[in-house]
């Protein structure tokens, strides 16, 4: 539970930080947390009005931390930042950004 929490607050708190990197497990436990505290604040928000409002706030400040997380992740991995866009073609794009952010980290100088 320590690096879910850890690694959540990281990202928050390097939510500007598009330089250095961001290793694999720092990437997926915050994608992880991100995940689970989408689903929780929408399954409550069926029962509760205010929890809507604020399931409508959490995802698109979500996008925050997450952009330069990824942006870092790629970096890792040894990709340039344009990478990211690979993600806007329809499920092949996807598909191939995963794939990306799941490559071992690079021991290459920084791109």
């Known amino acids: 539970m320590e690096p879910l929490i850890h690694n959540f607050a990281e990202a928050w708190k390097r939510s500007f930080d598009y330089a250095g ?7 997926w436990w915050f994608y992880l947390a991100n995940f689970i505290i989408g689903l929780v604040l929408g399954l409550v928000s069926n029962a509760s009005e205010f929890f809507g409002w604020v399931l ?17 992740r790629l970096r890792d991995a040894g990709k340039a930042w344009p990478w990211i866009f690979i993600g806007l ?3 092949v794009g996807t598909i191939w950004l ?11 100088a920084p791109v």
């Open 56 to 72: 409508s706030a959490y995802l698109p400040a979500s996008i925050v931390p997450t952009l330069p997380l990824t942006i870092r």
């Open 21 to 27: 990197r961001s290793t694999r497990p720092e990437y």
């Open 98 to 108: 995963i794939v990306l952010l799941c490559q071992p980290s690079a021991l290459l």
């Open 89 to 91: 073609i329809p499920i």
